[in-house]
């Protein structure tokens, strides 16, 4: 199975803070890594599929990039409404994995 | 608009069967995957599988291969998850969500149902 660990496991920030979360995958998965964003209560949303394509609808303050087997989710500037729990996936391999989530709260 | 909508919220007992739903409008059904993912209280995601319902090609986590069962129907645009014997352990919010693309391109799941509540209880 490919593990994918993402850091930190949680976070405080502010509004207008620049927010970085990293998912590193334990071997090669090209650009198959997909980001979501999960409010309490509904359900995930993607936000950046293919390790940087903003899926649309979706604010421009959100970026994703890769190096190698790591992965980033930015938030340029951090809004009410970004305030969630995000999480990485990667769909290279026949067994799809998550990893175990970044909660982003309000410092 | 694309929209998936699944099944409400289930209480059942130990050893019952169970099947939820999601049924799927404002696109190609046969045309999308769609897969399933639980989500176990205060916990993350996990995929369980995904069906192509054109022909009902299913891809299981193995994880979970053999403790249910994915199917489509495509004459009403739906596709199910199924247990025949409930454990606790399945006590779970459990999603539907439509993949764009094929399985080989990078696109995510684009569009998820509200979800589905499935607790059991003796």
């Known amino acids: 199975d490919i593990q994918m660990t993402q850091s930190p496991s949680s976070l405080s920030a502010s509004v207008g803070d620049r927010v970085t979360i990293t998912c590193r995958a334990s071997?090669?998965?090209?650009?198959?890594l997909n980001w979501y964003q999960q409010k309490p209560g509904e359900a995930p949303n993607l936000l950046i599929y293919?390790?940087?394509s903003l899926q649309s609808g979706v604010p421009s303050r959100f970026t994703g990039s890769a190096s190698g087997t790591d992965f980033t989710l930015t938030i340029s500037s951090l809004q009410p409404e970004d305030f969630a729990t995000y999480y990485c996936?990667?769909?290279?391999?026949?067994?799809?994995?998550f990893g175990q989530g970044t909660k982003v709260e309000i410092k | 608009e694309v929209q998936l909508v699944q099944s409400g919220a289930e209480v059942k007992k130990p050893g019952e069967s169970l099947r939820i739903s999601c049924e799927t409008s404002?696109?190609?059904?046969?045309?999308?995957?769609i897969g399933w993912v639980r989500q176990m209280p205060g916990k993350g995601l996990e995929w369980m599988g995904i069906?192509?319902?054109?022909?009902?090609?299913?891809r299981y986590n193995p994880s979970f291969q053999g403790q249910v069962t994915i199917s489509a129907d495509k004459s009403i645009s739906t596709t199910y998850l199924q247990w025949s014997s409930l454990k606790a352990s399945d006590t779970a919010m459990y999603y539907c969500?439509?993949?764009?693309?094929?399985?080989?391109?990078?696109?995510?799941?684009?569009?998820w149902g509200q979800g589905t509540t499935v607790t059991v209880s003796s």
């Open positions: 293919g390790a940087s």
């Open positions: 404002g696109y190609s059904f046969t045309s999308y995957w």
């Open positions: 069906i192509w319902p054109d022909d009902s090609d299913t």
């Open positions: 996936q990667q769909t290279y391999s026949a067994l799809w994995t």
């Open positions: 071997q090669s998965i090209s650009r198959f």
């Open positions: 969500a439509r993949k764009y693309g094929d399985l080989g391109e990078v696109y995510g799941l684009d569009v």
